[in-house]
């Protein structure tokens, strides 16, 4: 039973502490992105995952800026490799056709491409650092 978890799409007003405690847990502390990058205005008008475990525990997330860009996904370590990261991707491409989205895009981080090729998404552009991590472009036709 441990491994069950639920993904829901959150307001930021409704969703932020635990929004905020996944982020600042993967983003900032492990890969070390400042917090005034990772922090950068969009939440307020974005639509937001949240992974909770059965336990309540925050345990992932991501979100769908208005324009349909996809981003801040992540899962806290010890739940990796579970299934989570997908099931939150999921809520977000179903959000972005829920909403009569043709195409969405995400700035990739290299490492993880093939997790997001694994959705039909494909790389556009040239490799380029963000927060001093090296990502991609790609993008997804719905
Ligand atoms: C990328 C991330 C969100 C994936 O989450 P996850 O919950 O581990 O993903 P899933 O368990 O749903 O993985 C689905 C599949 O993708 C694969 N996968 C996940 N991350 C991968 C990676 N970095 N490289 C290659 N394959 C990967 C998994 O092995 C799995 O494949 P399988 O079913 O054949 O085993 C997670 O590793 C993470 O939070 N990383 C740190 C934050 C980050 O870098 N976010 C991405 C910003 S662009």
């Known amino acids: 039973m441990d491994h069950l978890f639920t993904v829901s799409l959150v307001s930021w007003h409704d969703g932020e502490p635990l929004?905020?405690?996944v982020r600042e847990s993967v983003?900032?502390?492990?890969?070390?992105?400042?917090?005034?990058?990772e922090w950068d205005g969009l939440?307020?008008?974005?639509?937001?995952?949240?992974a909770l475990s059965a336990k309540g525990d925050a345990?992932?997330?991501?979100?769908?800026?208005?324009?349909?860009?996809?981003?801040?996904?992540?899962?806290?370590?010890?739940?990796?490799?579970?299934?989570?990261?997908?099931?939150?991707?999921?809520?977000?491409?179903?959000?972005?056709?829920?909403h009569g989205f043709k195409r969405v895009e995400v700035?990739?981080?290299?490492?993880?491409?093939?997790?997001?090729?694994?959705?039909?998404?494909?790389?556009?552009?040239?490799?380029?650092m963000d927060a001093g991590i090296p990502h991609r472009k790609m993008w997804l036709r719905l």
Not at 43 to 50: G, K, M, N, V
Not at 73 to 91: F, L, N, S, Y
Request: net charge negative.
């Open 19 to 21: 929004l905020r405690a």
């Open 27 to 37: 983003f900032i502390r492990e890969q070390n992105v400042p917090p005034e990058l």
């Open 43 to 50: 939440d307020e008008t974005s639509r937001h995952a949240l």
């Open 59 to 98: 345990i992932g997330c991501g979100r769908i800026l208005p324009d349909g860009h996809i981003g801040r996904i992540a899962v806290v370590p010890q739940w990796r490799k579970q299934t989570v990261g997908t099931a939150i991707m999921e809520a977000l491409l179903n959000d972005a056709r829920a």
């Open 107 to 128: 700035d990739a981080q290299v490492y993880a491409i093939p997790f997001y090729r694994r959705f039909g998404f494909e790389e556009d552009g040239e490799e380029f």
